[in-house]
């Protein structure tokens, strides 16, 4: 299968729909498949015409993890010098609201892609887990840490220890998941929320999540100062001249983006 086919991309108006495509693999995510999603991504991130991603997988599986034919044979100096990891944290750094729709297994390298995302749905057949520990790794893309933060450090020591998976069930218990759809509409389901995030200003947007990940991945102080910050910058927006007038007026807002 070709590279343009890896990833299939789907635009709705302001909401872009990525599609992991490999499914003969359960989206095993090759080297390949990564760079793939990473061009989908940071074009959908530079164009402004689009507002939110959404991504999902073909077939019965979000991602099942790194692809482990491709990586079972190297040594650490090939692991070190492709350094085939440290291009994943593209994926964690765009910029614009990403949600996961996870339609199947979600499992390794798949778990820490879904926990890259800003919003987690799962179709009530998904199923989560870290299994690394069941082929002589660990995880490596954020397991530890995404998802230690996500579901604190006893369930996540559990999971990566064990490499037992979860239900979409478990994961909503846990914290893991925003909620659980019937498989038949978790698209539809992520598409409206996309909608609904889509006709926010999209500036104000854009700084809510710089800020809530910086809870995640920063000191209390420091995530107060970048939201302080980010507050204040808003002021210079017209979107929030807009937002307030229109408040006042008790009329629609008309956001511009700017
Ligand atoms: C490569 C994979 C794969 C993977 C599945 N396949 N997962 N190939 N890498 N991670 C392939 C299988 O080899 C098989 O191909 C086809 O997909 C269908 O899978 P089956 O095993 O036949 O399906 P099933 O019996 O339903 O079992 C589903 C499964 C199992 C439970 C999800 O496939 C599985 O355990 N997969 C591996 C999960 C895993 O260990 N993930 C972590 C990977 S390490 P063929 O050609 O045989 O039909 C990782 C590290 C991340 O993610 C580090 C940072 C990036």
Not at 67 to 77: E, G, L, R, V
Not at 88 to 109: Q, S, Y
Request: neutral net charge.
């Amino acid at each position: 299968m070709s590279d343009e086919t890896l990833v299939l991309s789907t635009i709705e108006g302001p909401v872009a729909i990525l599609t992991l495509n490999r499914p003969q693999a359960l989206n095993a995510l090759s080297p390949a498949l990564i760079d793939a999603l990473i061009r989908h991504l940071e074009h959908c991130d530079n164009d402004d015409t689009i507002r939110v991603i959404i991504i999902t997988g073909a077939g019965r599986a979000f991602a099942a993890g790194a692809d482990i034919k491709a990586m079972a044979d190297a040594t650490p100096i090939d692991m070190l010098t492709t350094d085939m990891i440290a291009r994943w944290a593209r994926i964690a750094a765009v910029r614009k609201p990403v949600i996961a729709a996870v339609n199947g297994f979600a499992l390794g390298g798949g778990c820490e892609l879904a926990m890259m995302c800003d919003i987690i749905l799962a179709s009530e057949t998904a199923q989560f887990g870290q299994p690394e520990i069941n082929i002589g790794i660990i995880p490596g893309a954020g397991g530890t840490q995404r998802l230690t933060r996500a579901i604190g450090p006893y369930r996540a020591m559990e999971m990566v220890l064990t490499g037992a998976t979860i239900s979409a069930q478990e994961a909503y218990a846990y914290g893991l998941v925003n909620r659980v759809c019937p498989p038949d509409s978790l698209l539809d389901e992520a598409r409206r929320l996309a909608q609904t995030i889509a006709a926010k200003p999209p500036l104000a947007v854009r700084l809510a999540k710089e800020a809530v990940r910086a809870a995640a991945e920063t000191t209390v102080r420091e995530g107060l100062a970048i939201e302080l910050r980010n507050f204040y910058l808003l002021f210079a927006s017209a979107d929030q001249k807009e937002g307030m007038r229109a408040f006042i007026e008790k009329r629609t807002a008309n956001f511009s983006g700017r």
